[in-house]
């Protein structure tokens, strides 16, 4: 008999089953018996199967089981054989700020389309190439630049109001999907911001780039799970061979077309503009390359994490109508001028109560509700569990680091009320706050009670506060890898949702007794079933 013989279909599979259940048992024995996370406090069932939690991830879940699993255990808990969560803000202060710990490789690298595909902001673990990239396109998110683009926020706007206007029965309701609505605003924003061109996604719903980028995501997130596709040729993979390609000769007309506008002394300021007119300390302008990747993020990070944003935004609002009467009491009295007169920007940003609306929607539901960092070397990590007793624990290099966002924000240990839509916890000059009597019956003396005012908003594990927005609150992460474009979705958000509370009421045609908490696999949306809802102008 050859050996030839023997390589049939079921002796091959057997073998690759025998191989599988090898390194499966070599990998719990390691687990069980030797692995240092194994420490850590966990759910029980990690404790015996440590790849069980991978499991809610699949199903965008991943955010709330590592959440719970803090309410169990503490700031710190082992998720993996080679990851681990965390919720202390001093812990996530001093591995995202202090020591500026790099991106999870795992999960950022994989993001990519090509293995040969540029180094940008958003994906490079490289702290060299990220300072480089991000003093780039700083001078494109100043606040003084990004006042000067309200002109184009406006126009969507108009955009966004004709269409609801043209779409009214006969009493006058438009039947919407609020979370449909919000990524098609989203996306003219960036066509209009960065691109220099609507997308015109308000009107028509549909886009090349838009199509190709929704193709690219989804492949990104599933070479996350099966990293071995990143082998695969794109000529084997067709509509992610289309996607690829429709991207990048979209984004090399669209960078050659303002050339050649600039080439005959046109000039339209907006952020590809900028990011043209750019020079380097040495005199350097950046590469065709680096313009077309850098607006192509902002695209894609920049759509998505507005959208889910404003999204959200209107959930929180029409789950919570003594909240809602008070928004519009708000834009009432500061705009009292007509329904249809145009919201200045400036104005809207001294709105406290629209400020604090976004803010404790953001809180409750923060867009990217993990972020995920790597040690660089080994390190003892001090945790702590629910009943205050403190251990330090032994993590070793290269350990991933899920920081839970979500788990943050809501934690009982941070936050007091942590669960609960309260916007007026923002308010800190106001007589809407909690006051020492209702603090005092939670069990906590007032924040502000002799405290150091650069203290009293600090968020301290096992201190909850009503506001604990100093380190308690991060909805753009931290560090030197924070989210670049924040001023600008802060503008983004004003505008569009300052208007649409304003002009038009809303009637929700979910259930709004229930909770939603969304699905996640990079940032936070409201999943398959949208957020229904009927909008008609109001009268006043």
Known sequence: MSLWSLLTLSNVASALG?????????????????????????????????WIGILPI??????????????????????????????????????????????NQMVYKRLRILETDPDNIFQTTDRVFHR??????????????LNGLEVYIDKVWQDLEKKLLGMRDAEGWAGVDVNKICHNIALDLIGETAFGCSFNMIESGNHPLHEARETLFRYGITKVFIPFLKYIPLSYLPSINHAAHTTTTFLT?????????????????????????????????????????????IFVAGSETTANSMTWFVYMMLKHPQSLEKLQRELLETFPDGMTTPLGLEKLKSLPYLDACIKESMRLRPVAPVISRELEKDTVIQGTKPNGEVTSYNIPRGTKIIVAIYGLHTSEKVWLRAKEFIPERWLESSGARAGPAEEEAWGVLPETAGADPKSAYKAVYGQPKMLAKDGGFIPFSMGSRDCIGKNFAWNEMRVILGHMFRRFEFEPLFDTTKEIVGESYITLGVGKGGLPVRMRERKV
């Open 18 to 50: 025998i191989l599988l259940v090898t390194v499966v048992a070599l990998q719990l024995v390691d687990w069980w018996f030797f692995n240092p996370l194994r420490e850590l406090p966990s759910h029980r069932a990690t404790k015996w199967i440590p």
């Open 58 to 103: 699949l199903k965008g879940k991943g955010f709330v089981y590592s959440s719970t699993g803090h309410e169990e255990n503490g700031t710190i808990a082992a998720a993996t054989t080679n990851m681990i969560s965390v919720v202390d803000p001093e812990i996530i202060e001093q591995m995202c700020k202090k020591q500026d710990l790099p991106k």
């Open 132 to 145: 480089r990239a991000r003093r780039m396109v700083t001078p494109a998110f100043s606040i003084r630049y």
């Open 253 to 297: 007309e669209v960078v050659a077309s303002r050339k050649a506008m600039n080439a005959r002394g046109e000039r339209r300021e907006d952020i590809l503009q900028m990011l043209l007119d750019y020079r380097d300390p040495d005199g350097d302008r950046m590469t065709e390359e680096e313009i077309g990747a850098s607006v192509f993020i």
